[in-house]
T-cell receptor, first 114, second 114 residues
Framework: AQSVAQPEDQVNVAEGNPLTVKCTYS??????LFWYVQYPNRGLQFLLK??????LVKGSYGFEAEFNKSQTSFHLKKPSALVSDSALYFC????????????FGKGTSLLVTP | GAGVSQTPSNKVTEKGKYVELRCDPI?????LYWYRQSLGQGPEFLIY????????DSGLPNDRFFAVRPEGSVSTLKIQRTERGDSAVYLC????????????FGPGTRLLVL
C-alpha cells in the first residue's frame, strides 16, 4: 500500500524568507514523487517530480525538492518566498509496484505575508 | 498548447438525478485519469484509462459511477442516482503513456447535489 503524509495543515512565511513544505511517504516499491500547487477555484498545477537520479529536483517558479530515501521524505523548498506563492500545495506518490494512480496528501496551505 | 479541459465547470443537480461530466485531454496523451476532491482533502483516484479501455477502476466508489472513453480521447464520467455525498470537485488529468509520466490536470467540475 502507498500513502503520503503532509504533517502541516498551514505554513506561514514572511516574504523573502525561505519556505519548506513537508511531505513523507510510504511505498512498497520505488517511489515516484510529485508536487502540485492549487490556486483558489483552479485545478492542480504541476511543480516538479522525482523519478530517479539526483536527489535534489528543481521545478517551476523557483521551487525545488529533496528526495531523502532514509527518511522517506520529499520536502518542497524555495529560497525566497513571494506573496504570490500563497496557495495550497499537494504532495503525491506513485508506487512502482502499484498502478498508475497518484496517492495525494491532504494538502498544506502556504501563506506568505508581505 | 491547449491543456486539459472539463465541462461543465459547475453542475447543480437534485438528489437522484443522472449527471455526465466531460473531459478533453491534452492532444496526444494516451492516458486519462479521473479523481474526486472533497472539501479540505487531496484528490482521490477514481479510474484510469489507457487508450479506450479502463486499465484500473479500483477507485470507483460504487456501481453508480462509471466512465467511458470510446475513441481514446474524450472521456465522460457518469453518475447515476446522485446522492448528496457525491458533491465534490471532479478532476480529470491526462499524461503520455509511461509509468513515469507527469499527470496534467484540468480545472475540474464542481458538482453540487441538492
Amino acid at each position: 500500500a502507498q500513502s503520503v503524509a503532509q504533517p502541516e495543515d498551514q505554513v506561514n512565511v514572511a516574504e523573502g524568507n525561505p519556505l519548506t513544505v513537508k511531505c513523507t511517504y510510504s511505498v512498497s516499491g520505488n517511489p515516484y514523487l510529485f508536487w502540485y500547487v492549487q490556486y483558489p477555484n483552479r485545478g492542480l498545477q504541476f511543480l516538479l517530480k522525482y523519478i530517479t537520479g539526483d536527489n535534489l529536483v528543481k521545478g517551476s517558479y523557483g521551487f525545488e525538492a529533496e528526495f531523502n530515501k532514509s527518511q522517506t521524505s520529499f520536502h518542497l523548498k524555495k529560497p525566497s518566498a513571494l506573496v504570490s506563492d500563497s496557495a495550497l500545495y499537494f504532495c503525491a506518490v506513485r508506487d512502482s509496484n502499484s498502478g498508475y494512480a497518484l496517492n495525494f496528501g491532504k494538502g498544506t496551505s502556504l501563506l506568505v505575508t508581505p | 498548447g491547449a491543456g486539459v479541459s472539463q465541462t461543465p465547470s459547475n453542475k447543480v443537480t437534485e438528489k437522484g438525478k443522472y449527471v455526465e461530466l466531460r473531459c478533453d485531454p491534452i492532444s496526444g496523451h494516451t492516458a486519462l485519469y479521473w479523481y474526486r476532491q472533497s472539501l479540505g482533502q487531496g484528490p482521490e483516484f477514481l479510474i484510469y484509462f489507457q487508450g479506450t479501455g479502463a486499465a484500473d477502476d479500483s477507485g470507483l466508489p460504487n456501481d453508480r459511477f462509471f466512465a467511458v472513453r470510446p475513441e481514446g480521447s474524450v472521456s465522460t464520467l457518469k453518475i447515476q442516482r446522485t446522492e448528496r455525498g457525491d458533491s465534490a470537485v471532479y478532476l480529470c488529468a491526462s499524461s503520455l503513456g509511461g509509468a513515469r509520466e507527469t499527470q496534467y490536470f484540468g480545472p475540474g467540475t464542481r458538482l453540487l447535489v441538492l
